[in-house]
């Protein structure tokens, strides 16, 4: 969809393209959330079902419990070195 201009009405109100709303699956009463990016702002839907609607979207493989907590060891150890310089190896 190509930009679209709209008017605010003297209440701060806008009337969003029936386009986006048929495609949102929005009609009176949905929410959205705006997003403040300073000299721009974001118009998002809130879906009806926000947990639901999360469902399978971080589903796969990640890493281990182990290799984060690796991860995490390796990161501590670099975050000492920095702060305190090389440290002497353990016994």
Known sequence: M????????R??????PAELRRRWGSGPGAE?????RGTYAIIRPIPDDVIGDLVGAYAGPGPTTDE?????RQEEIEAEERKYGRLPDAP
């Open 11 to 16: 209440n701060g109100q806008i009337s969003l």
């Open 68 to 72: 984060m907590r690796a991860a995490t």
């Open 2 to 9: 190509d930009p679209t201009r709209a008017r605010v009405s």
């Open 32 to 36: 959205v959330v705006v997003v403040d």
